[in-house]
């Protein structure tokens, strides 16, 4: 007989035997469906948020800072800043003049509906430029803050996370009460998880004089060069400018990798337990089976079917386990909603367990799965034929 039909005549014989040993078999499932359900849920929060930032922002839309700013509340742009900005090469014109949306970006606590906590939630105070630049915001219902009045729009996502945050209720920040009067969406982007109200009322109430940031549309996309070159060369500014696109994708940047960080490491540690129910199993499991292997071996089975078989039956039980975690993970947390962010503010996302997390889930089973049954393979193809007969 050769050896691919020596391989699959064991492996199907090992199969044929875990009925009786359904609980030590069930250990190796439960340890390695733990391990993946896990890892793709921490992992689905990292993917969650870098879609949700990286969904924020166009190709021909810009963002001016002033340099060194990391983030919008860390940046300050005078009136003055502005009207330079504003007259600068690269930048798209409408009817209503440059296409350039002066924001302020404030950050403040209120409690979360979840558990009365208070968080992080950022504000922008916004212009009639800021919604004329952003076709994608529109409003779900209500309508957009009055410029003058304590008034705010909140996202979609962000009025879900919030205590009191339905359209009619009022908002308490920066020594007054603020009412919604609108809920917005913009298509599921970072956008979502703010309050937008009228910038020069924001900036009275929070004792501001500054702007953080300008945002404009481009004449067209490869106009990012010049505006930046023209802004760089003004001796009146010192302000940097990014794509759009790119500052919110380098905002998510860190907070993705401490997420995935943290998956890799949990999992790690669940591994490591996964791992050695996986080895005691499959001892175990040759260990009843001495005199069978043995027996198998006189008549004219080779060691490598035997090593081929006990891996085999180790990985056709961690891709068990891992279609158990990955299905448990996908039952209950696929769509759930989910806040991550900082001090300054915070991003509310939907979890998104799709095809890649799941074959991430499947190569760590598989590994866990060889791993942990090729010491035993290689201890059933060493072990003497005389002495596993005599073994009965």
């Excluded at 340890?31 to 021909?60: C, F, P, Y």
């Excluded at 922008?124 to 076709?135: D, K, M």
């Excluded at 996370?161 to 009022?170: I, P």
């Excluded at 109430?205 to 940031?213: G, L």
């Amino acid at each position: 007989m050769n050896p691919i039909r020596q391989i699959v005549a064991i492996t199907l014989m090992n199969l044929r035997s875990i009925p009786g040993r359904l609980g030590a078999s069930f250990v190796i499932c439960i340890g390695i469906a733990g391990v993946v359900a896990v890892l793709i849920t921490v992992l689905a929060m990292a993917t969650g948020l870098e879609r949700t930032v990286s969904s924020t922002g166009q190709a021909d839309r810009a963002i001016v800072l002033r340099t060194g700013a990391q983030a919008e509340p860390l940046s300050t742009l005078s009136r003055e800043a502005m009207l330079v900005i504003e007259s600068a090469p690269g930048i798209a014109r409408d009817e209503f003049g440059p296409a350039v949306a002066a924001e302020v970006v404030v950050s403040v606590s209120l409690p979360r509906a979840s558990d009365d906590q208070m968080a992080a939630v950022a504000v922008r105070g916004i212009t009639q430029a800021s919604v004329r630049l952003r076709p994608e915001v529109r409003m779900e219902s209500g309508r957009m803050a009055i410029p003058g009045l304590r008034e705010v729009a909140i996202g979609r996502a962000l009025a879900a996370e919030l205590s009191n945050a339905r359209l009619g209720d009022a908002l308490s920040f920066h020594g007054g009460q603020w009412h919604i009067v609108g809920v917005f969406v913009s298509g599921g982007d970072a956008h979502e998880s703010e309050l937008w109200v009228d910038a020069n009322t924001l900036m009275s109430a929070a004792n501001r004089t500054v702007f953080n940031s300008a945002t404009v549309r481009l004449n067209e996309p490869g106009s990012l060069d010049a505006l930046s070159k023209a802004l760089d060369e003004n001796p009146q500014l010192r302000v940097e400018v990014q794509r759009e696109s790119d500052y919110y994708l380098n905002q998510s940047k860190g907070s993705v990798q401490i997420i995935e960080f943290v998956a890799q490491a949990v999992a790690s540690i669940m591994a490591v337990g996964a791992l050695l129910g996986a080895l005691n199993t499959m001892y175990t499991a040759v260990a009843t089976r001495t005199v069978e292997i043995a027996t198998l071996r006189a008549i004219g089975f080779g060691a490598l079917p035997v090593v081929t078989s006990v891996l085999a039956e180790a990985v056709i039980l961690a891709l068990c386990g891992a279609g158990l975690g990955a299905s448990i993970a996908w039952l209950l947390f696929n769509g759930n909603a989910f806040a991550t962010g900082s001090a300054l503010s915070q991003i509310a996302l939907r979890l998104h367990i799709g095809a890649d997390l799941v074959v991430i889930g499947v190569v760590w089973a598989v590994v866990i799965g060889v791993i942990g049954g090729l010491p035993p393979a290689i201890r059933a193809a060493r072990q003497s034929i005389a002495e596993g007969i005599r073994a009965q």
